[in-house]
């Protein structure tokens, strides 16, 4: 099982941005699909964008497409999720998540059940 510790949140106004992390344990994270997605309170979990193993491909939320960019470092073992123009309906607590199968070439990256390991998720609040 793999250890995923995301990092980077914290409070801001809305129109700025946040870089969020997610480093994961062992050598297999360039194998795997990654995702991140955001619980605000009350609400269920939604998707908000993931990136395929190659990191070839990219996908996110029509509510975040084109002010969210993810992106990966193989060598860091990293993911990242660069937001800009936050808006104060992006408060939540933003987890990344790693797929369940290596060298994903089908399947929706957009479901939860597409990811079996989950970090513990960081806080992200967006003031107006």
């Known amino acids: 099982q793999v250890q995923l510790v995301e990092s980077g949140g914290g409070l801001v106004q809305a129109g700025g941005s946040l870089r969020l992390s997610c480093s994961a344990s062992?050598?297999?994270?360039?194998?795997?699909?990654m995702g991140w997605f955001r619980q605000a309170p009350g609400k269920e979990r939604e998707f908000v964008a993931a990136?395929?193993?190659?990191?070839?491909?990219?996908y996110y939320s029509d509510s975040v497409k084109g002010r969210f960019t993810i992106s990966r470092d193989i060598a860091k073992n990293t993911v990242y999720l660069q937001m800009n123009s936050l808006k104060a309906e992006g408060t939540a607590v933003y987890s990344c998540?790693?797929?369940?199968?290596?060298?994903?070439?089908?399947?929706?990256?957009?479901?939860?059940?597409?990811?079996?390991?989950w970090g513990q998720g960081t806080q992200v609040t967006v003031s107006s």
């Open positions: 998540a790693q797929d369940r199968t290596p060298w994903r070439t089908t399947g929706d990256m957009r479901l939860m059940d597409t990811y079996v390991d």
């Open positions: 062992g050598s297999a994270f360039r194998l795997y699909a």
């Open positions: 990136i395929t193993w190659s990191g070839s491909d990219a």
